[in-house]
């Protein structure tokens, strides 16, 4: 159906409306981005540090990040280890100051079957952070959903009082550890799973809530209402606006650039399609998973596995990529020194 002139400029946007229902959060380390749309909080990981750190206008920040690598000095590995940390911190840094919530900070995706390597380098991110004068209430600290990350972020939220997103969730066993663990946030991975499913099966489209992806999160919302879990559930990785309009009224959703802007265009009326008291209604059974119980249930989901597996590979590949870069930096800095 078809909104008047008249009307599309009395109805808000569709962003604005679902700033009513859900939190909106910015996908982007691009500051520009963060300043128009004006999220609650932002999320980052290497592969959008990475894009962002090309971009002309952040020069400055690799600049500082590769002097301070140099300035604690070690091995060339040492220093561009060093760089890349703080590469991230001072990103997160700056988008910290455009909003008025909380940023995510990617933990190196090659600790994610390491439970110890991925506390240690949580701390070592808000000990720079604290350097930096902000406090660990503003950070969440990703972590990969393998049951290493999972149990990391567990002793990270209770024994440090680190908060943790869950990153690269794609089963409902991973969804189910978290909530188990007491973990801050998950960040389930809408547009993944719906990549999966076209590349695997012979249906190439799906609308709303037939997105095997929305339907994923829309499962996992419902669980966790219904048995009281604290652990909120953002929405993440979206191709299309339609995937978000089928979770509105989802904790959190963060979205990049390109759909928020397509949202703030788009005037159609939207409703809640989630909501507590629906799915305190529904039809779940509650269960516990141990860690023999959760590798057998994931094992379970084909999807889950190759999208978990494919998703480790990619953010390793271009945390690689930015230490390659901060190399070239670091060489140059060392010349002109």
Not at 165 to 188: D, K, R, Y
Not at 214 to 234: D, L
Not at 309 to 336: C, N, P, T, W, Y
Request: charged share 25%.
């Amino acid at each position: 159906m078809s909104v008047s002139p008249v009307k599309r400029q009395k109805m808000e946007s569709a962003l604005d409306q679902l700033k009513h229902y859900t939190t909106v959060v910015a996908d982007t380390g691009d500051f520009n981005a963060i300043d128009e749309y004006k999220p609650l909080d932002a999320t980052t990981n290497p592969s959008l540090i990475l894009a962002a750190a090309q971009m002309p206008a952040y020069q400055k920040l690799v600049d500082d990040a590769v002097a301070y690598g140099k300035k604690l000095g070690g091995s060339e590995e040492e220093q561009i280890k060093n760089a890349s940390d703080k590469l991230f911190v001072l990103f997160g840094a700056e988008i910290l100051k455009r909003i008025p919530g909380r940023v995510s900070t990617e933990v190196d995706a090659r600790l994610s079957f390491d439970k110890e390597g991925m506390i240690q380098r949580a701390r070592r991110l808000i000990d720079l952070y604290k350097e930096a004068g902000i406090g660990k209430d503003r950070i969440l600290i990703k972590l990969s959903s393998t049951w290493e990350g999972i149990q990391a972020g567990k002793v990270l939220e209770a024994e440090y009082g680190i908060h943790c997103n869950m990153t690269l969730l794609f089963s409902f066993a991973q969804a189910v550890a978290c909530a188990e663990a007491g973990v801050t946030l998950i960040s389930p991975f809408v547009g993944r799973i719906l990549d999966w499913y076209v590349a695997n099966g012979d249906k190439k489209t799906y609308e709303g809530a037939e997105d095997p992806g929305v339907k994923s999160v829309t499962k996992i919302y419902n669980y966790y209402k219904k048995f009281g879990y604290k652990t909120i559930v953002m929405g993440a990785s979206f191709r299309n606006t339609g995937e978000i309009k089928a979770l509105t009224g989802c904790d959190y959703l963060t979205i990049s650039p390109k759909l928020l802007a397509e949202l703030s265009k788009e005037h159609v009326k939207l409703t809640p399609a989630l909501s507590v008291k629906e799915a305190q209604a529904c039809d779940l059974e509650k269960i516990h998973l141990d860690e023999k119980a959760f590798r057998w249930h994931h094992n379970e989901d084909q999807m889950a596995v190759e999208k978990l597996s494919d998703g480790i590979r990619k953010f390793a590949a271009d945390a690689v990529k930015l230490e390659r870069m901060l190399k070239v930096h670091l060489v140059s800095h060392s010349f002109q020194a």
